[in-house]
């Protein structure tokens, strides 16, 4: 199965940048929208607006309510979301293409956008 969210939801996925090292994707949607499983390198995550959205894979599900203008790493991560806020959610993704050489999913990184 593809997980390429630009094949999954494009809808709301679409690449606005990509070169041999990264992809840049800008995301958006409605209050209500969720997402296929889909899959994140590790990327950076930039907020053009506000949104609150839910973040679920493999059990596991976190609330995640950011304002506009934040930046946040993004583990490498399988995972479907839906905007459960009441405004539309804009965002830039920079997914890197060369994967870190320690990662292990196994440890992967928590669920959803982290603070570092």
């Known amino acids: 199965m593809e ?3 630009t094949v999954t939801d494009p809808e709301a ?3 606005i940048f990509e070169n041999e090292r990264v992809r840049v994707l800008a995301y958006s949607d409605k209050p209500g929208h ?7 390198p590790d ?5 053009l607006s506000a949104f609150r959205r839910r973040v679920s894979a493999g059990g596991r599900e976190v609330e ?3 304002p506009a203008g934040n930046v946040r790493w ?5 995972h479907y979301g839906e905007n459960i806020g009441d405004t539309d ?8 293409k060369e994967p870190d050489p ?11 956008p982290s603070a570092n």
């Open 34 to 40: 969720r997402t296929h499983p889909h899959r994140h």
């Open 89 to 96: 959610s804009h965002s830039i993704f920079v997914e890197l």
């Open 102 to 112: 320690a990662a292990d999913l196994a440890t992967a990184e928590p669920l959803g």
């Open 64 to 66: 995640v309510e950011l």
């Open 43 to 47: 990327s950076v995550m930039y907020t």
């Open 74 to 78: 993004v583990g490498a991560q399988e």
């Open 3 to 5: 997980l390429d969210p």
């Open 13 to 15: 996925y679409r690449t």
